[in-house]
């Protein structure tokens, strides 16, 4: 009797499993097909293709894995309930390479980022490429500006638990190098974080759930800017000063990168703040060759709705012209990450024409070719102090 009460649940156990596995399977094929995770901003992985190489390197299985992994049924689901655990049962000190501190969500630094021994190499390289970028805007009377902002980590690095990496000696000498090298060549190097220091690095200045810095640090990055290249042009341009401009708040709530890496799970009373001139001037806006009428910020319909660092000029654009018809004045060319975006919306103020790349996303030309094609005046490059270094995309040479 015992045995065969046994079998009976081994095999219901089996059934049980199968049916699972099968009822998986259907919904697997049944569900809507996502190309992108929201809350993980980020493309999913797609279906892969075999061909007698990818089946015998194994890299189509491997593929596949990622595929499956990222299609699974429920996923968001059971993503939310795991990163809800971690946050409110095991109090997790980093959740999704999020630290959750007790009052902002900081990137997690693995200790290998700290290593500083390529700093000296990775500086001469940057240095090469932005030396052939400001030897070709010199060649027709224009003037190149390498512009450094803190990035989340560097404005908060105090806030990062003594047990947790926070980049602090690699920043402060890869800053250093930087900052001496580039002299030496001649380049002019606008490093954001002197004027965050003399602002004894204000936290208003930056977000405590994005990665960007507020609209506060965004205008004092302008207004560093714009006062370096009046200074070297010896020429007065409009600017936004205090007291002709207005910051509102959006109501909307703020979800910004790090809370998307919590699935919206951590609670914030921050909100997204936009910076309007007194005095508008009229303008047209061009994106990739498309008129987009005249716009700064992509405001949400509605104050339910999320918003993001993206309200800023719309988010990351390959290609952008915002056109001021002021033939008077100077032109400008800004490329450079998203860090770009807030100070766009800032910048175009001053100028006839501002011209936007980001070669992340821009492709048909490379950055000496559209300088030759447009001529600026000035050209300015924006990078954070995490891509200060690197030389892929935006820290590009002329080629």
């Known amino acids: 009797m015992e045995e065969k009460m046994e079998r009976i649940a081994r095999i219901m156990v089996i059934l049980f499993f199968s049916l699972f596995l099968f009822g998986n399977l259907i919904a697997f094929f049944l569900q809507e097909e996502k190309t992108y995770s929201y809350y993980e901003n980020r493309n999913l992985a797609k279906l892969p293709e075999a061909s007698k190489e990818t089946l015998s390197n194994g890299q189509w299985g491997s593929d596949m894995e990622s595929y499956l992994v990222d299609h699974t049924t429920a996923r968001e689901i059971m993503l939310t309930a795991d990163t809800w655990i971690d946050l409110n049962v095991l109090y997790r000190p980093v959740v999704n ?23 000296s190499e990775d500086v001469a390289e940057i240095t090469a490429n932005l030396s052939s970028v400001d030897t070709l805007v010199s060649s027709y009377g224009g003037q190149y500006y390498y512009v450094a902002v803190p990035c989340q980590y560097v404005c908060h690095q105090k806030d990062y638990p003594w047990y947790l990496n926070n980049r602090a000696e690699y920043t402060a000498e890869s800053v250093e190098q930087l900052t001496k090298v580039l002299g030496d060549a001649g380049i002019s190097f606008v490093d ?24 506060e640090g965004a205008y004092l990055t302008y207004q560093t800017i714009m006062e370096r290249i009046c200074n070297d042009r010896k020429q007065e341009l409009p600017l936004l000063e205090e007291g002709n401009y207005t910051i509102t708040e ?11 890496k919590l699935l919206d799970l951590w609670s914030s009373d921050e909100r997204l703040k936009i910076l309007t001139p007194k005095e508008e001037i009229p303008f047209t806006r061009l994106n990739g060759g498309t008129e987009e009428g005249s716009y700064l910020y992509r405001l949400p319909e509605t104050e339910e709705e999320d918003v993001l660092y993206s309200v800023y000029m719309g988010g990351d654009q390959p290609f952008t012209v915002i056109d001021t018809h002021r033939p008077e ?41 559209v300088i030759m094609q447009y001529q600026p005046d000035v050209v300015v490059c924006i990078r954070d102090y995490e891509a200060l270094l690197s030389t892929d995309s935006n820290g590009c040479g002329v080629e």
């Open 250 to 260: 959006l109501p909307n709530p703020y979800l910004g990168s790090r809370m998307r």
């Open 97 to 119: 390479d999020v630290v959750v501190g007790e009052n902002c969500l900081l990137p997690y630094l693995p200790d290998w980022m700290e290593d500083t021994s390529t700093i």
């Open 329 to 369: 004045l100077p032109s400008i060319l800004v490329y450079g990450d998203s860090f770009t975006n807030a100070a766009e919306s800032l910048l175009y103020y001053g100028f006839d024409k501002m011209y936007s790349f980001d070669f992340r996303y821009y492709h048909e030309k490379s950055l000496g070719e």
């Open 192 to 215: 954001i974080g002197v004027s965050y220091a003399q602002r004894d690095w204000d936290p208003s200045l930056s977000s405590a759930v994005d990665n960007h810095y507020s609209i």
